[in-house]
């Protein structure tokens, strides 16, 4: 991932406008050399990379294992205060077209009522030659999720400074933090409706990433995508619109200050709401019934295309809901799943598998 990044151009940009931005890479909780060979990548570009006076690099190393905590060091501490533009981007993708972080920028830069910018993600498996009937069904559901519009994908996205630093991530957020900044983003902090052109796709902009494939890893990750919902859904009807306006306008700090004061609240409100709920799909609003609804916006041929993806999605839910349900009734909130992937690498690119993810 790293070196799918040094790849980028925008460095080039950044050297001509006589700027420069800071890579930041958090180690949270790893047990492996992780750090160490970071540190040696940074090092290597810092000295041979033709655009090296654009751009500075470290590691920071926590003890904290999650997401969230590292989401809100970057954001709140350790990012530059002058920066205009904030990078968020998990470890386990690769970049496509050398112009994808450029592009993002400047669909900020060009687009005044846009607070994310982001890439379109493909899986791993829309690049085999030969695809399986399963590489199909999970390929169909990438159509399906796409549907929808102002989709913002955590593994890579691009946001205004001033919107990041307005967002603190509750601590016990057990995962779906896209869904919940989605929701603050094009909401404008919960001022009005939706407005879907707060989060724009970047053209010539793309990652890769790589999918679950088996049926016990997807079921661990619906299992883990349901909790999250399920928080998010409690966050935003159950706690923020009962926020006063000045607390919503200073949100950042008033969800910190809640992290500070109560440490427990947000797993108080879950447990609260588990105990409303009766059956799990009452969880949180169209747990059951979203990807028949995003089938309904879809053309005649594609709903037909998608119609068994969305059908053995459903089935899926039916399993890991109760699941979730369980989990939840029990008190738990951290839920992560060991993925049960091989990784994507270089190997990609020249393997005749997959189409070169970087551009001559």
């Known amino acids: 991932m790293l070196e799918s990044i040094f790849r980028q151009s925008l ?47 470290r590691v920071i190393d926590i003890r904290e294992r999650g997401k969230i905590p590292a989401w809100n060091l970057f954001v709140h501490w350790l990012s530059a205060r002058e920066t205009r533009f904030l990078f968020l981007m998990d470890a ?60 913002l994908c ?45 989060i724009q796709t970047a053209h010539n902009a793309a990652h890769t990433f790589e999918a679950y494939t088996s049926l016990k890893s997807i079921l661990k990750n619906q299992k883990r995508q349901i909790i999250g919902q399920t928080m998010v859904h409690i966050l935003v009807d159950k706690f923020l619109k009962r926020l006063s306006p000045l607390e919503r306008a200073k949100l950042g700090q008033t969800l910190l200050k809640k992290d500070q004061d109560e440490p427990e609240w947000l797993k108080r409100l879950v447990s609260d709401h588990v105990r409303e709920c009766r059956h799990f799909w009452e969880l949180y609003p169209g747990l059951l019934t979203y990807r028949f609804r995003r ?13 068994p993806a969305a059908l ?20 738990c909130t951290e839920y992560w799943p060991q993925p049960d992937r091989a990784g994507l690498s270089d190997r990609n690119l020249v393997s005749g598998e997959v189409r070169p993810l970087v551009s001559d």
Not at 295 to 307: G, K, V, W, Y
Not at 320 to 329: D, T
């Open 295 to 307: 089938l309904a916006e879809l053309s005649l041929p594609a709903r037909i295309a998608c119609f």
């Open 312 to 331: 053995a999605g459903f089935l899926i839910a039916l399993i890991s809901g109760p699941a979730a349900f369980r989990f939840l009734k029990a008190g």
């Open 92 to 151: 386990d993708i690769l970049i496509h077209d050398a112009e994808t972080l450029w592009n993002m920028v400047l669909k900020l830069e060009n687009s005044v009522e846009v607070s994310v910018a982001v890439d379109t993600p493909h899986k791993d498996l829309e690049f085999k030659r030969k695809k399986t009937l399963s590489d199909r069904f999970s390929l169909a559901a990438s159509r399906l999720t796409r549907s929808a519009s102002a989709q």
């Open 11 to 57: 460095f080039s940009e950044l050297s001509r406008r006589g700027l420069a931005c800071e890579i930041v890479c958090i180690t949270n909780g790893c047990t492996d050399r992780t750090q160490q060979i970071v540190n040696e990548v940074f090092a290597r570009q810092e000295r041979s990379h033709p655009f090296s006076n654009a751009f500075s690099a």
């Open 154 to 198: 955590a593994q890579l996205y691009c946001i205004r400074s001033e919107v990041a630093r307005n967002i603190y991530l509750p601590k016990d957020l057990a995962a779906c933090d896209d869904g919940l900044i989605k929701t603050l983003v094009c909401t404008d902090f919960l001022a009005h409706a939706v407005w879907s052109m707060r």
